[in-house]
């Protein structure tokens, strides 16, 4: 566990760091993050703030099939979105989830528990020399859910960017999180094995000895724009600026 902790950790500094030279609206606007479920099943969206602030949406919420809703941040925010899977809630919120879970609370006040897809943002401030929106959609902690994000209305590349095939179906036994018979998630190398070489860790802590393994590179077949281990910066990063945001779980095409 305390493996799979430094190798979030670890990409979670990364994009912190890269996000600075080119992340940070006009402080008038706010980016509008729009969630659309075309899974077949309830997700239960989880929310984390990565600057200190309040997280967005109330730390989570429940969105039924073909569900959709919208969120705004203020520029400047940065922070992840990620799907639950299975949950079940009393009338205080209380409960937990079957992927994903947030200390068994409808509320995040933390982040998801792997393995689980991620969709992770920093929001630009325009007229700045950081006006860019940087975002991608990260395996690095694993997958649960296949999950896209498409930008609208914003300038410069604005790719999509996520990973729309379904990786419990085809994923490894020995990385197989089942639950009543069903592959519900699939975890991260570093998950199943807390070894150096897929935790990005010790000798394996920097870009030339950290490398692609069989198993992130399954990943990266199967979604090309989607974060397969900590490094794979170049591929999976994407920039925006002035854009909105839909982020679909489960989605079919980009």
């Known amino acids: 566990m ?14 912190l760091a890269f996000f600075s030279f080119g992340g940070l609206k006009n402080t008038a606007s ?7 479920n075309r899974c077949r099943y309830t997700v239960w969206p989880g929310t984390l703030s990565g600057d200190g602030s309040a997280a967005l949406g109330n730390g989570g919420f429940s969105l039924p099939p073909d569900g959709s809703t919208t969120i705004t941040a203020p520029p400047g925010w940065s922070g992840r979105f990620w799907p639950r899977t299975g949950c079940n809630f009393d009338e205080a919120g209380k409960g937990v989830c079957k992927t994903g879970d947030c200390g068994g609370s409808l509320n995040c006040q933390g982040g998801g528990t ?11 401030v325009s007229g700045t020399s950081n006006e860019k929106d940087f975002y991608d959609v990260s395996l690095v902690d694993g997958y649960n859910v296949g999950l896209g994000i498409k930008p609208s209305g914003g300038t410069g ?42 935790c990005c860790t010790e000798t394996h802590s920097t870009p030339d000895t950290c490398v692609p393994t069989r198993y992130s590179e399954m990943f990266k077949t199967a979604c090309p724009t989607a974060y397969s281990y900590a490094y794979d910066d170049a591929s999976s990063t994407c920039t925006c600026a002035g854009a909105d945001y839909l982020i679909t779980f489960c989605p079919s095409a980009a």
């Open 2 to 15: 305390a493996a799979l902790q430094n190798i979030s950790s670890l990409h979670l500094l990364l994009m």
């Open 30 to 36: 706010a980016t509008v993050f729009t969630f659309l």
């Open 114 to 124: 792997p393995p689980v897809s991620l969709a992770e943002f920093t929001i630009g």
């Open 157 to 198: 590349n604005c790719e999509y960017a996520g990973c729309v095939t379904d990786l419990n179906g085809s994923c490894p036994a020995e990385l197989q999180v089942i639950d009543s018979g069903n592959v519900v998630a699939c975890k991260s190398a570093c998950a199943a094995f807390n070894a150096p070489e897929f």
